[in-house]
């Protein structure tokens, strides 16, 4: 059993079965699993956050194909939370010039504006995170996360990276 806040160890750095203990360890004691708070603690699920700085990022309004893509999500998921950022009156939806099926997504000034207090928070949170990292370890995590990023790229992709 794994503590909370206690780096695992690393058992075998090249097993697939690691790979994933570490991977799950790691999201779960960050908090992406819950569906009520991020993990810098604002009240909204992982995916609506990242949805706000998505579009918070965009420099025009996005097709909710390009939002699902950004997020890695489905059609109906990214329906369903764009339905509730709607309702809740963060975003605006309009209808394509070339083609009335695409949905276009704007924040709205309410959407905005919870945007940018959950990218403080996020900006908090990480540099809680990137100061509890010793000094002389930083490069390794930031490269480690760089070639684990890539290669879940390429598997997305339908490629796959050498060994």
């Known amino acids: 059993m794994i503590k909370r806040g206690v780096p695992p160890r690393v058992r075998s750095a090249s097993t697939p079965a690691e790979l994933r203990r570490l991977i799950q360890a790691f999201v779960r004691d960050f908090g992406l699993l819950s ?9 909204l699920a992982t995916s609506h956050a990242h949805a706000l700085m998505v579009l918070l990022d965009a420099a025009r309004p996005l097709s909710q194909k390009a939002l699902a893509d ?3 999500i489905d059609k109906s998921n ?4 764009c339905q509730k950022m709607e309702a809740e009156g963060q975003i605006e939806l309009e209808r394509g010039d070339d083609d009335a099926r695409v ?5 709205t000034p309410r959407g905005t504006k919870l945007a940018r207090e ?3 928070a996020s900006q908090e949170r ?3 995170l990137l100061k ?10 930031f490269a480690g996360l760089d070639v684990l990023s890539k290669a879940v790229s390429a598997l997305r992709s339908g490629g ?4």
């Open 103 to 107: 949905r276009l997504l704007s924040l």
């Open 132 to 141: 509890a990292v010793p000094a002389s370890e930083r490069a390794r995590v």
């Open 160 to 163: 796959q990276e050498e060994e």
């Open 118 to 120: 959950v990218e403080q």
């Open 78 to 81: 990214v329906t369903r939370l």
């Open 35 to 43: 569906q009520d708070a991020t993990p810098c603690g604002k009240p």
């Open 126 to 128: 990480f540099a809680l």
């Open 70 to 72: 950004a997020l890695g």
